[in-house]
C-alpha cells in the first residue's frame, strides 16, 4: 500500500469519525432548540399545576401530534426529580405533554450519581434550565426513615439516606414528618446544587423546592 493511500485511508476515518460525532451530538442535543428560562419554566409549571388543582386539565394537543413532534428530538422545560409514589406523577400535577417535562424518580426524591448524570445530561444537552426537587405529603419513604430501625432489602438504602433529614428536622415545631419532607428536599436540593456537574451552566439553572399536597393537589414551589 502506498503511502499516498495510507494517508488518504487516514483522512477517510478521520472524516467518518467527524461525520459520527457531529450526528450524535445533533441527535443527543439538538443545538436548534432554545433554553427555557427558568422564571418562564416556574410560571409554566405553576399554571399547569393551577389547571390540575382546578381539575381542567388536558388542554393540549393530541397525544398523536405530541408524539410527532417530540418523535425526532426532546426539547424538555424543566426537570423534576420526583419521589416514585405513584401519586405524584409530575406531568399529570404540572398538567404537561410529551417531552414537556425531563422527570427523574426515586422514592423519597433521591438522587444518586445515576440521578445527577440524568440532570446534567438533562442541562447540557437538553437545554433544561429548571430544576424541581418534588417531596410530597405523606411519603412513605421519609415515614419509614422517621420509624428508625433497618429496612430490608434495598429500602435501607433509602431509608439511610433521608435519616440526616429527620436528624435535622428533628427538634423544629411542628409536625414531625412534614418538617422532614421539608428538610429531605432541601437536603436534596443542595446535593443538586453543590454535586451536579453543570459547567458554564451552573449558573443559569436554577433549583427549586417543591411541595405537593396529595390532599389538595397544590403544590408549593419554594424559590430561593
Ligand atoms: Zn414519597
Given amino acids: ?47 399547569g399545576n393551577e389547571r390540575f388543582v382546578q381539575g381542567k386539565v388536558g388542554d393540549h394537543k ?5 408524539r410527532t413532534a417530540t418523535a425526532q428530538g426532546q426539547h424538555p422545560f ?5 419521589c416514585a409514589d405513584s401519586r405524584v ?12 417535562l425531563f422527570v427523574v424518580r426515586t422514592a423519597g426524591n433521591l438522587v444518586d450519581d445515576h440521578a445527577l448524570g440524568s440532570i446534567e445530561y438533562a442541562v447540557e444537552h437538553l437545554g433544561a434550565l429548571c430544576i424541581v426537587v418534588l417531596g410530597h405529603q405523606r411519603c412513605g419513604a421519609v415515614t419509614a426513615a422517621l420509624e428508625g430501625g433497618s429496612a430490608p432489602g434495598h429500602i435501607n438504602s433509602l431509608v439511610r439516606d433521608i435519616q440526616p433529614a429527620v436528624a435535622a428536622s428533628k427538634d423544629k415545631p411542628g409536625d414531625a414528618l412534614t418538617n422532614a419532607i421539608h428538610e429531605n428536599d432541601a437536603e436534596v436540593a443542595a446535593k443538586i446544587r453543590k454535586e451536579a456537574e453543570l459547567g458554564d451552566l451552573a449558573s443559569k439553572v436554577q433549583v427549586v423546592e417543591g411541595y405537593y399536597n396529595l390532599d389538595t393537589g397544590k403544590v408549593e414551589l419554594k424559590e430561593h
Fill in 1 to 47: 500500500m502506498t503511502g499516498r493511500r495510507i494517508i488518504r485511508l487516514g483522512f477517510c476515518n478521520l472524516a467518518l469519525a467527524i461525520l459520527l460525532a457531529l450526528n450524535s451530538e445533533v441527535l443527543a442535543s439538538d443545538p436548534a432548540a432554545p433554553s427555557v428560562d427558568p422564571a418562564e419554566a416556574l410560571n409554566r409549571l405553576k399554571a
Fill in 62 to 66: 393530541s397525544v398523536l401530534d405530541q
Fill in 78 to 82: 424543566a426537570i423534576i426529580v420526583a
Fill in 89 to 100: 406523577a409530575p406531568e399529570i400535577v404540572f398538567d404537561q405533554g410529551l417531552g414537556d
